[in-house]
């Protein structure tokens, strides 16, 4: 028997027609870098990436080929996530906050024959373009500035496509659609090219109630780079939704992003935890009249239970997700269940990385197999699913990153609870082994940004006479509040075995941190490599 439903290829271009077509009047508001903000709507948004489509075919760009861009978020940055993949080519967002040697080495791998840039990152774009062989160069923002750098300006560029949606080809779902490097593992950045198939199926996931639960009743500020990890896929969902999207332009800063919020009485917001960390200092100065119910989505980095109750009392909740560049990145989501019983029971599993979206499979493994859900054996968390990747681009020597059974392996370490919620405890390359034992960073820096006094924590191992490696704290203290080691190895102790507790605590002014908001642990080993106990 064959089943009698239809095949409908799952590719882009019908989630921009119903953009357009249902949600025309809906506002996409973008930050400009003089702080104005910009009012469009979907279908401003949807006008320009069918013109930017086929403007990019009339030029000759042929199926799979790399539109690179260098923006922050905002609404052109959208009408290229949608115009080029409708089209047939392949979104490639360089990441801005990348060493320029390194957007060089990424360009050329990728195979990026046209950059899009923002005027304000052109002086970034001048360091590595003469490294890489582009066809074209097209530049958002000031005419002039585009032409002073030999650019195309944008709205030139548009100007040689038009309206014709007709024109624009019939795409296989699995056509590759767009493309991100991650630097989360050893050696070079390696790319991921995920396809419309997979981009389709992962926005469903995104706007589910048990994802992130975006519906078109929501404002969305995807505070997350559009350049990491697709901004978690949120501008593909919103689209698809019909919701209203804020998008913040450069502006990154805690009161630039408050102010957007109540202006525009934002419904959900979406990024790492140490953004959600300064929010919360200014919130605690200064309360605002923040839309009621607003969700915050956190992941990238542990969403410390601190953090969940701290938002809880300014009416803010939490929504923690895991994920990688390798799973689109939406691996899972952690929701309160509705067997859950005390408020405790319920902080508990927020402040888990939860359970796997629906099609994806989460299991942990140790050198003795299988780690059952008793939340006490950890293992390395694999992953395997249909917006996982099956490969790294042109990079055969990863091949390792995938077990023989064909799971991708995370390189995280977890333990699974009886309902099948995985606990991150550690990345395989943080975990601190003292004296045989393993002790978890993690925990140690979730424990400690609860301390009133303590801002921002992270926990590394090192090298020790005796015990092969002990954990050492290095801890930013709150604006204007004090702590001595001692007071904060006796909290630690509260909740710690003995063992586990820091020997040293070292306060810093910041703690150096990758170009995606994560902890830059490496940088800080190096620094404390020699210590005398
Ligand atoms: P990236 O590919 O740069 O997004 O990095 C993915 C890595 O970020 C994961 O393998 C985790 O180590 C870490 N990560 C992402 N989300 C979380 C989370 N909610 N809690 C802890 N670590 C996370």
Known sequence: MRATMMTTPLTLTPMLRRAATLYSDIEIISRRPDRSLHRATYGDFARDAVRLGRAFMKAGMQPGERVATLMWNHVEHLAVYFGVPCAGGVLHTLNLRLHPDELAYIANHAGDRTVIVDDVLLPLFAKFKDRVALDRVIVVGS??????????????????GDDDWSALPVLDENAPLGM???SGTTGKPKGVVYSHRSTVLHSMTVAMVDGLGMSQKDCVLPVVPMFHANAWG???????????????????????????????????AAGVPTIWAAILEQLDKAPRQLAPGTRMVVGGSAAPD?????????GLRVIHAWGMTETSPLGSVAHVRSTDGDEEERYATRARQGVPSPTVELRAVDDRGLVPWDDTRSGELQVRGPWVAASYYDQ???ADR?????????????????????????????????????ISSVDLEN??????????AAVIAVPHPKWGERP??????????TATPEELRAFLGEHFAKFQVPDAVEFIDAIPKTSTGKLLKSALRERYAIWSW
């Open 234 to 268: 949120i501008p593909f969902a919103t689209a698809m939704v019909g919701a209203k999207v804020v998008m913040p332009g450069p502006y990154l800063d805690a009161p630039s992003l408050l102010e957007l919020m109540e202006t525009e009485q934002v419904t959900c």
């Open 396 to 398: 055969p020597d990863a």
């Open 180 to 182: 991100c490097y991650t």
């Open 143 to 160: 005419r002039e500035a585009a032409i002073a750098a030999g650019a195309i300006p944008w709205d030139d560029f548009l100007a040689t």
């Open 306 to 314: 601190a953090m969940i109750r701290a938002f809880d009392r300014h």
């Open 447 to 456: 424990a400690l940004v609860a301390h009133p006094a303590v801002r921002e």
């Open 472 to 481: 050492l704290a290095v801890v930013v203290l709150r604006e204007g509040k």
């Open 402 to 438: 995938w077990t023989d059974d064909g799971w991708f392996r995370t390189g995280d370490v977890v333990t699974i609870d009886r309902h099948g919620s995985i606990k991150i405890v550690d990345r395989t390359k943080d975990l601190i082994k003292s004296g045989g034992e393993w």
